[in-house]
């Protein structure tokens, strides 16, 4: 059953994994290569991730700056920057495709911040669903014989702390990205 508790953990990681995936795509006023993580290009037929078919670098603060090995991608690349939901125009001067990030508004960042902690609430739900997935295992096992009731009182105070400890991961994270936001 122990194997079973890991099992279990290892889905909590991946949603704090998800969770940070989430927050490395949203803008915070300054330039991040990350929100084009999701960006693909149409290359000769094939959908490619951006970072694969030129040099993405940041060259100011707030400036994304990418670099075409194939100059005949420009048109390809700028089009799937405006069809992605980057919300930025690229501006394309023939060689390298430059993405200005405008300095965030108090409007912008507060609104940024309730999409942080709603997406850190979401986690939560998601962490707590793991634990009540694995409560209903370990009461299954114990209704069959498989544990004694005793054991059954172990796991779920074991699955407790686990949940508890990546709830409060969660918060950390939360708090960090709320931090970096806010900051000017």
């Keep these: 059953m122990l194997q079973e508790i890991n099992k279990y953990e290892e889905k909590m990681k991946k949603t704090i994994n998800a969770l940070d995936n989430d927050y490395n795509s949203i803008r915070a006023g300054r330039a991040n290569p990350h929100v084009l993580d999701r960006v693909t290009v149409d290359y000769y037929g094939q959908s490619t991730p951006l970072q694969q078919v030129g040099n993405v670098s940041i060259p100011e603060p707030r400036m994304i700056q990418i670099q075409p090995w194939d100059a005949s991608m420009m048109k390809e690349i700028e089009k799937a920057i405006l069809a992605s939901d980057v919300g930025i125009t690229p501006n394309n001067d023939g060689k390298i495709i430059r993405l200005v990030f ?8 507060k609104s940024l911040t309730k999409d942080v902690k709603k997406k850190g609430e979401e986690a939560k739900v998601a962490v707590r669903n793991i634990r009540r997935d694995a409560l209903d295992h370990f009461k299954k096992a114990e209704k069959n014989h498989e544990i004694t009731e005793d054991d059954l009182k172990d796991y779920e105070k074991d699955m ?25």
């Design 102 to 109: 405008p300095e965030l508004t108090e409007e912008r960042r």
């Design 160 to 184: 407790q702390k686990l949940t508890d400890k990546y709830i409060k991961e969660i918060d950390v994270h939360v708090d960090n990205k709320t931090k970096e936001i806010l900051t000017v």
